[in-house]
């Protein structure tokens, strides 16, 4: 009864929980910035419904209360469910009022949500020869430069946009397979992963060469994720496909990982590095635990214990820890979206 009662405890004190109509897959919070405009913190989560019709509703968490509020006024309909949702990183720089929030699923989209309505201010179709593009499956917003988000799609290429012109700046062929994640390093240095088994870096300076940074030990076993350290630029993480692992790299010594995190007991799903700490990061999978790694100088013989795990419903699928809040984790399940304290 003793361990019963404990859990229920940190459950109460140090998780909120939102219920959706649907099932969850995307999650973004507002950047920092967005706090003094809005009491509260908002948070943008997006269904996934296998069919057109999809959601994406913006909720506020205050976190003295520990509540979460929907704002039906700024729940809008979705085509397709969105693969990944983010707020601009810096709105202060836009001179505008309202936030905006990007969206990536059939085609890249832009939207601003104010105090009670949402507008769709862009689409954008990386197809040069049709109207339709193919899907993608994510995207990354430079922080640096906020003109530039970098898409990634099932085509093999990555886009980068200039969104303030609405233009392509450039289109690669990054990969020999479909491309599941991007990341921006530096203003223009990014990293993609993909079917092909590979992590790959570019630098928009010389958009000939790519460097290979990791390659899966299977040849061929997809890389599903890639997550770049900001508050350190030499690591990165990723993970395999139906893999309990996640994989720590340093670009110093391409091929050969850091560490390896085993102690997940199903598919890792969604990783997140620490937004102020460079050696705290946050992994969640298919056995309903998301576990927070404090990574050591040196790993031991017998590898990296989490420092502590958190217990879901059901299994996890996205995961993100907040940046304007760094003290809090969102993780979705089934149809809940819920924020842990760490």
């Keep these: 009864m003793e361990n019963s009662t404990q859990e229920s405890h940190l459950k109460a004190e140090n998780s909120v929980t939102y219920e959706s109509p649907y099932p969850l897959y995307a999650l973004a919070f507002a950047s920092p910035q967005t706090r003094t405009r809005h009491q509260h ?3 943008a989560v997006g269904s996934f419904i296998e069919e057109y019709s999809n959601r994406v509703d913006i ?78 499956t994510s995207f990354d917003w430079n922080d640096i430069e906020p003109r530039r988000i970098g898409t990634s799609s099932i085509d093999t290429t990555c886009t980068i946009w200039d969104i303030e012109k609405g233009v392509v700046e450039t289109q690669l062929i990054a990969h ?28 928009l300076r010389d958009k000939e060469h790519s460097t290979i940074i990791y390659e899966s030990p299977q ?46 007991r199903g598919s890792v799903n969604a990783i997140a590095w620490a937004p102020q700490s460079c050696r705290h990061i946050c992994s969640a999978g298919d056995d309903t635990q998301a576990l927070i790694w404090d990574l050591p100088t040196v790993a031991g013989p017998n590898g990296i214990d989490p420092m502590s795990m958190y217990s879901a419903g059901a299994e996890i699928n996205q995961l993100q820890w907040s940046a ?16 842990l304290k760490v």
């Design 41 to 43: 913190h908002r948070i």
């Design 324 to 339: 304007a809040q760094p003290d809090w984790i969102s993780i979705a399940f089934s149809n809940k979206m819920q924020l």
């Design 59 to 136: 909720l506020s968490f205050d976190p003295d209360t520990l509540s979460i509020k929907p704002n039906p006024t700024l729940s809008f309909d979705h085509p397709y469910p969105p693969t990944k949702l983010m707020f601009h990183p810096n709105p202060n720089a836009l001179h505008k009022t309202n936030d905006v929030l990007a969206s990536s699923g059939d085609y890249l989209r832009l939207w601003e949500v104010g105090d009670s309505t949402v507008e769709p201010i862009q689409v954008l179709n990386n197809s040069k020869t049709s109207e339709f593009c193919a899907p993608l």
């Design 219 to 264: 040849p061929d076993t997809p890389l599903l994720r890639l997550a770049w350290n900001k508050q350190d630029l030499r690591y990165m993480a990723t993970i395999l496909m139906d893999s309990n692992k996640v994989v720590i790299l340093d670009i110093r010594s391409p091929t050969m990982p850091v560490a390896e995190l085993e102690r997940h």
């Design 176 to 203: 020999d397979k479909e491309v599941y994640d991007i990341a921006w390093g530096e203003a223009r240095v990014f990293a993609s992963v993909s079917a092909d088994g590979s992590v790959r870096i570019f630098d």
